[in-house]
């Protein structure tokens, strides 16, 4: 019993540690930007080194994340970013590679 009891919280423990994905896109007004998904947020990772750290928000198609001031929507290959009033359209080049 103690056996399957120690398995199990292991199984959970492992179960809990979030994966992260990375999808690097082309960007109209960016050179790229990479995005480090995890199950409740993303970064934005761009080629001057600036990383925005932006939560997951309720959507009703695709996703969409945002911290108030700057936000990152997805849907398929397409992303849009909103940040200063603008907003820069970005094609996915790489998706899908994870991090552990």
Known sequence: MRTTIVILAAA??????????TTVYSCA???TIAAVYSADAAELRFGSGERIQLPLIPSEAGARYSNGTVSWFTSGRDALLFQDGKTIRCD???AGLINA
Not at 12 to 21: G, P
């Open 12 to 21: 959970a423990a492992l179960a809990s540690c979030a994966k992260e994905a």
């Open 29 to 31: 007004a960016a050179p």
């Open 92 to 94: 996915a080049l790489q």
